[in-house]
């Protein structure tokens, strides 16, 4: 089955820092994928999404690149916010017709001012 | 206006005892999803449904049932709750289209079990 692995967190950085979140997925199609971030107290909601291999996703300063190849769709921002801190999750669309989507574990980001 | 809600935001119940859950979405999406998310397991699917009246497993049914009376009510129920069924659930709502299909959610119920 479809599954999503994406960094172990929490992880920590400084305000003005660099971030990569890597993301690795296993599914046996050409899936859409996701990044969502949910910030305490709230659910998650869409950063972006990218259905096609080898074009790249942005908002809010993040972006990510579809790598058909590497099976990867790592999220990165060069410069953090103390606002970003969330939780940021991978995910994938079914593509057998469920319209489910597969999710990685979290990865929580705590940005210190 | 929030377009997915859910009730109660914060459960506490007993070992044994019925617990039901409620959500609520006004996006008019065929599509509606229950997760729990616990730490080191991120967001993993319970049950979902495609419209009034269906009802699919998820990767997590066990212990779980769930009901779509109408296009806008979804419901988890917990016959016999357990304490190993202490969590936060979600709620979602998705259009069908495929795997391109983005997932609104709600903002979450906290369930505790004593």
């Known amino acids: 089955g479809d599954s999503v692995t994406q960094t172990e967190g929490p992880v920590t950085l400084s305000e003005g820092t660099s971030l990569t979140v890597n993301c690795s997925y296993e599914?046996?199609?050409?899936?859409?994928l996701f990044w969502y971030v949910q910030y305490p107290g709230e659910g998650p909601q869409l950063l972006f999404k990218v259905p096609k291999a080898n074009e790249k996703g942005s908002n809010r300063g993040f972006e990510a690149t579809y790598n058909k190849e590497a099976t990867s769709f790592h999220l990165q921002k060069a410069s953090v916010q103390e606002s970003d801190s969330a939780v940021y999750y991978c995910?994938?669309?079914?593509?057998?017709?469920?319209?489910?989507?597969?999710f990685g574990k979290g990865t929580q980001l705590i940005i210190q001012p | 206006e929030a377009a997915v809600t859910q009730s109660p935001r914060n459960k506490v119940a007993v070992t044994g005892g019925k617990v039901t859950l409620s959500c609520n979405q006004t996006n008019n999406h065929n599509n509606m999803y229950w997760y729990r998310q616990d730490t080191g397991h991120g967001l993993r699917l319970i049950h979902y449904?495609?419209?009034?009246?269906?009802?699919e497993k998820g990767d997590i049914p066990d212990g779980y049932k769930a009901s779509r009376p109408s296009q806008e009510n979804f419901s988890l129920i917990l016959e016999l709750a357990t304490p190993s069924q202490t969590s936060v659930y979600f709620c979602?709502?998705?259009?069908?289209?495929?795997?391109?299909?983005?997932?609104?959610f709600g903002p979450g119920t906290r369930l505790t079990v004593l």
């Open positions: 599914t046996k199609q050409y899936p859409t």
């Open positions: 449904s495609y419209g009034a009246g269906s009802t």
């Open positions: 995910a994938l669309g079914d593509t057998e017709g469920a319209d489910r989507l597969t």
């Open positions: 979602a709502s998705g259009e069908d289209w495929g795997d391109c299909a983005e997932q609104f």
